[in-house]
C-alpha cells in the first residue's frame, strides 16, 4: 500500500488542530454558564432580578393588571347594533297565499338597525372608572411584588445568617481541636491531668454536633430561598457575600410620613377610594335615560318600499331601586376611605415597630462590636496565655473559648434582626427594589 500524500497529512493535522481549540473553548463556555448560574445567591438583587423574571405569582399579579388596563378602551365604546328582521302578515291572510317565512312572500318585510346610545357622559364615566381599576389593579401588583421582595431578602438574610454560622462553627471547632492539641501537650509534660483532655474532647464531640446542625440549617435556607425563586429545592446558590453597610442614620420623621402615603397597602387603598368615587358617580348618573337610534326599511308585498326612523328613550321610573344603589355607592366609599385611613394607621404602627427593632439593634451591635467582642477576645488570649504558663486552669480557657463563640454568634443574630428590620421599613416607606 502507498503512503498517503502530504496533502491528506495536512489535512488531518488541520482537523486535529481544530478539534483541539474549539473543544477547551465549549467546555470553557459550559463552565463559564453554569458558574454564572452558580453564582446565583451571592449577591439579594440578582435573586430579586430572577424573581422578577421567572416568580410565577407576579407574572400572574402583571397579567391581571395588563388585563384590567385592557378593559379602558371598551369601556367607553358604544354598544353593538342590532339588527332586526320583521315579517308583517306571514300567514298571508291579506293577500289570499298561503302562509311563509320568508322575506319577500309575505305582507311586508321590515328590515331594521337599531344602534343603543348611552345617555350623556355614561361613556365617559365608565372609562373614568375603568381607568380607576387598571390603576388599583396595578397597585395591588406592586403592593405583592413589595411583599415578595421583602420574603426574598429576609430569605437571604436567613440563608447568609445559616452560612455564617456554618463558618463560625467551623472555626469553633478549629479552635477547639488547638486546644485539644495544646491539652494532649501538657498532659504529656504532667502539667495537665486526664480530665482536662476528655473535657477538651468532650467540646470538640459537641461541636461537630452543633456544626451538624448548622449544615442541616443552610441546606432548609436555601431549599426556602429556592422556593421563593420558582427554583428546585436542591438548586445551587452561591455563598452569600457580606451585605452593603448599614445606614448611618435614618430621618425617623419623613419614614413615617413616607409609611403612611406610600406603604404598598395604603397605595392600594387609595386606589380603592378612586374606584369607589368613580362607581358612585356612574351610579348617580343612571338618573338620566338611555337612547336607542333605528333606521327601518319597509319593503311590502304590494306597493312602493318606504323608509323610517325610530328614536326611543329609557324611562328612569324605578326610583327605588335607583336611590338603593346610590346609597350603596356613598356606602363603599365611606367604606373604602375608612381602609385607607385604617392602612395607614397600620403602616405607621408596624413602622414604629421596625423602627424600634432596628434602632435597638443598631446599639446593641454597637456595644457587642465595639465593647463585647473586643473584652471577650483578650480574656481568651490572656486566659491561653496564663495556661501557658501554668498560671490558669483549663477550664478557664475553655470556657474563656465558649464565650467567644457565643458572642461572635449573638453579633451575628443581632446583625441579622437589624438587617430585617431595615427591609421592613423599606418596604413599609414605599422603597421596593
Do not use: C
Not at 361613556?123 to 426574598?152: S, T
Not at 456544626?211 to 432548609?220: F, I, N, V, Y
Amino acid at each position: 500500500m502507498s503512503a498517503p500524500s502530504s496533502g491528506m497529512r495536512l489535512r488531518a493535522l488541520a482537523s486535529l488542530l481544530a478539534f483541539a481549540l474549539v473543544t477547551p473553548a465549549a467546555a470553557l463556555g459550559a463552565d463559564a454558564g453554569a458558574a454564572g448560574e452558580f453564582r446565583l445567591g451571592a449577591d439579594v438583587r440578582a435573586l430579586i432580578e430572577h424573581a422578577r423574571q421567572h416568580s410565577p405569582a407576579y407574572a400572574a399579579d402583571r397579567a391581571d393588571a395588563d388585563a384590567a388596563r385592557e378593559r379602558i378602551e371598551p369601556a367607553g365604546a358604544l354598544p353593538d347594533p342590532r339588527f332586526e328582521l320583521e315579517l308583517m302578515d306571514f300567514t298571508n291572510t291579506m293577500n289570499g297565499r298561503s302562509a311563509s317565512v320568508l322575506p319577500g312572500q309575505v305582507g311586508e318585510t321590515r328590515y331594521r338597525v337599531v344602534q343603543p346610545l348611552p345617555g350623556w357622559g355614561k361613556r365617559e364615566l365608565a372609562v373614568d372608572a375603568a381607568e380607576a381599576q387598571a390603576r388599583r389593579a396595578a397597585a395591588i401588583r406592586d403592593a405583592g411584588w413589595a411583599e415578595r421582595v421583602a420574603a426574598i431578602e429576609a430569605a437571604w438574610l436567613r440563608y447568609y445568617a445559616a452560612d455564617r454560622e456554618l463558618v463560625l462553627a467551623r472555626d469553633a471547632l478549629v479552635l477547639l481541636q488547638e486546644l485539644e492539641t495544646l491539652a494532649l501537650a501538657r498532659y504529656r509534660l504532667g502539667l495537665l491531668p486526664q480530665q482536662g483532655v476528655l473535657r477538651a474532647q468532650r467540646e470538640i464531640s459537641e461541636q461537630r454536633m452543633t456544626l451538624l446542625t448548622r449544615e442541616q440549617a443552610r441546606r432548609g435556607a436555601v431549599a426556602m430561598l429556592n422556593g421563593l425563586l420558582a427554583r428546585a429545592p436542591d438548586a445551587p446558590l452561591a455563598s452569600p457575600a457580606e451585605p452593603a453597610a448599614l445606614p448611618d442614620a435614618l430621618d425617623a420623621a419623613a419614614l413615617f410620613e413616607r409609611a403612611r402615603a406610600r406603604s404598598p397597602e395604603v397605595l392600594s387603598a387609595a386606589q380603592g377610594v378612586d374606584v369607589a368615587r368613580a362607581e358612585r358617580a356612574r351610579t348617580y348618573r343612571e338618573r338620566q335615560p338611555d337612547f336607542s337610534v333605528g333606521l327601518t326599511y319597509n319593503r311590502p308585498d304590494e306597493g312602493r318600499p318606504s323608509w323610517d326612523l325610530m328614536i326611543e328613550v329609557t324611562i328612569p321610573l324605578q326610583q327605588g331601586s335607583r336611590r338603593a344603589r346610590e346609597r350603596e355607592a356613598e356606602l363603599m366609599l365611606t367604606a373604602a376611605e375608612a381602609r385607607r385611613e385604617a392602612s395607614a394607621d397600620a403602616a405607621a404602627g408596624q413602622l414604629g415597630a421596625a423602627w424600634a427593632r432596628y434602632a435597638g439593634g443598631r446599639d446593641g451591635l454597637g456595644l457587642l462590636r465595639d465593647s463585647l467582642l473586643p473584652q471577650v477576645v483578650a480574656t481568651r488570649d490572656a486566659a491561653r496565655a496564663a495556661l501557658v504558663g501554668g498560671q490558669a486552669d483549663f477550664d478557664s480557657v475553655l470556657e474563656a473559648e465558649r464565650q467567644l463563640i457565643a458572642v461572635r454568634e449573638r453579633l451575628l443574630q443581632a446583625e441579622i434582626e437589624t438587617r430585617l428590620a431595615l427591609s421592613e421599613i423599606e418596604k413599609l416607606s414605599g422603597e421596593a427594589k
